[in-house]
């Protein structure tokens, strides 16, 4: 038999089967569009602008403990089994104060931001900023059905030793993880769903999965989706170290024979969605397409932490046959790629299975966003989602940082490759990837995300006219910091994008005190009517 009907064939049977699955459990496939999203990541990566940069340049983003959170010397060792010790002093950290906040742009008084638990500050701003490039405003939402979906594991705040003086009227509702969806639902006034995720280093996606059945179900008609992680005390280093789970070198090094664990990182993303009918009828930028996802348990195991590469492998099918998805269409998967020795194996040699099964002149691309940021844990999942979606705008798939030479346990089929320079991402049809996240607790989640290949229905001002951009903000200083995120932004984008940019600066946020409006033709100029 040869090659081309070898794969008529192997289509033909992968039909029946998502028939089979669809008729089974009664799915009814929706495609989701992803209309907004932001974040803030190690290292200065505080917009999806400034993280692409990173990503693409092949950066690095892990440093030392910064010393504002703790001494890192009185917690290492360089023997890995000493009482009260971690071998590692490395960790992706954001390079700002996380305890700040404009608490009053979100009518919080100064004491109860102060007892709040920062992961729930961020998510409120990552979530505002995220809405207002969904082209959405609090005023839009108040009162619709609008879900609050947020993968948080981290209780790390709560445990911060305080005096019993310093207990407060806010400590309850600060410390709660459940209150990071409700403090957001409250603040915008949103009455659909709101709920927190905690299924360890897969709570991000599972959130993503959840939110995206119930807008198929009718349940909502918008969701926000984010996943949150602060490192902010040692003692989860200590305890991961017993085990053997971290770097000693504070390298992430996915598939290489060198990986020797993964290292511990904080940041915080969050997507919102629609129904792809929806967004198109209303018109918001569309930045990719969720096309199906699925969930499992590893089940049993030789040990609870164990992964289960049978589990993988079928939750894998189960997300290609609801999504309507061959598996010879996938050609870039943004791996869990955690840099463990047990780790890597198994998911490489599911991801084989499933998908290696493709003629030689139609690779599949393995990625790994951990070895950049390192592992948000928690966030780990939306950190990767965030990378894949920009990948799939930019049309260009990063190389794997650290990777120099295979681990001699995972057999890689010679269709599959790992990158280890930048690729241009060349397809004659729509492209399409997956995402995988893997939790601690054994539950798995796979994602299929293409690209949204619709025709734009929104009519930008013609190039010869200047564009508008108004930036408006409450105080001077956040209006001064909004200047300097958009200045980073225009510093990447086409006469396309600068038109849909500056519609929904200028329709679809919010007026406030301090406001002014600056003039262009082009990028270069409105970032220089900007800085005068």
Request: charged share 25%; net charge neutral; aromatic share 6%.
């Amino acid at each position: 038999m040869d090659e081309n009907n070898s794969e008529l064939l192997h289509r033909a049977l992968y039909a029946i089967k998502e028939l089979e699955a669809k008729l089974k459990k009664g799915y009814r496939n929706e495609d989701i569009a992803i209309v907004g999203m932001s974040c803030r990541f190690p290292n200065g990566c505080n917009n999806p602008e400034e993280f692409w940069k990173h990503i693409e340049a092949g950066l690095d983003d892990i440093k030392d403990v910064p010393k504002e959170r703790w001494d890192s010397r009185l917690y290492y060792s360089e023997l890995q089994d000493a009482p009260g010790k971690t071998y590692t002093t490395k960790g992706g950290f954001l390079n700002f104060d996380v305890g700040e906040m404009d608490a009053k742009f979100f009518g919080m008084s100064p004491r109860e931001a102060k007892e709040a638990d920062p992961q729930q500050r961020l998510l409120l701003e990552v979530s505002w900023e995220a809405l207002e490039r969904a082209a959405l405003t609090d005023e839009n939402l108040k009162g619709s059905k609008t879900g609050v979906f947020i993968g948080l594991g981290s209780t790390e705040y709560a445990a911060i030793p305080r005096d019993k003086e310093q207990t407060g009227p806010y400590t309850a509702t600060g410390i709660a993880n459940n209150m990071a969806a409700g403090r957001i639902a409250h603040t915008f006034g949103l009455q659909g769903p709101a709920l927190c995720v905690d299924t360890a280093c897969s709570s991000a996606l599972v959130a993503l999965h959840t939110a995206c059945l119930s807008l198929s179900s009718r349940e909502c008609d918008c969701v926000i989706v984010g996943g949150s992680n602060l490192l902010l005390l040692p003692d989860t280093f200590v305890m991961l170290s017993k085990i053997k789970a971290l770097s000693p070198k504070g390298k992430c090094k996915p598939f290489d024979e060198s990986a020797d664990g993964y290292v511990r990182a904080e940041g915080c993303g969050v997507v919102v969605l629609k129904r792809l009918s929806d967004a198109e009828r209303e018109q918001n930028p569309i930045l990719a397409v969720i096309k199906g996802s699925a969930i499992n348990h590893d089940g049993y195991t030789s040990g609870l932490t164990v992964p289960n590469g049978i589990a993988q492998k079928e939750l894998m099918e189960d997300a290609l046959a609801k999504s309507g998805v061959h598996a010879c269409d996938i050609s870039y998967v943004e791996t869990h790629g955690t840099g463990t020795a047990l780790g890597d194996p198994i998911e490489v040699k599911a991801i084989s299975d499933v998908y290696g099964k493709r003629e030689q002149n139609n690779p599949l691309y393995l990625g790994a966003v951990k070895a950049n940021v390192g592992h948000l844990e928690a966030a780990a999942g939306i950190a990767g989602l965030i990378k894949l979606v920009l990948c799939l705008q930019h049309k260009i798939i990063p190389p794997v940082l650290h990777f120099k030479k295979l681990n001699p346990r995972i057999e890689l089929p010679s269709e599959i490759l790992i990158p280890t320079e930048k690729k241009n991402w060349v397809s004659n049809k729509q492209r399409v990837a997956a995402i995988s996240s893997f939790g601690f607790s054994g539950t798995n989640v796979h994602v299929i995300v293409s690209e949204y290949n619709g025709i734009p229905k929104r009519n930008n001002a013609s190039n010869k006219l200047p564009h508008i951009l108004k930036v408006s903000a409450k105080d001077r200083e956040p209006f001064l910091e909004l200047c300097k995120t958009y200045l980073s932004a225009l510093e990447t984008m086409n006469e396309k994008e600068i038109g849909n940019f500056c519609y929904t600066a200028n329709k679809c946020r919010n007026d406030f005190e301090i406001r002014k409006v600056f003039f262009g033709t082009s990028a270069s100029e409105l970032q220089k009517s900007i800085k005068e």
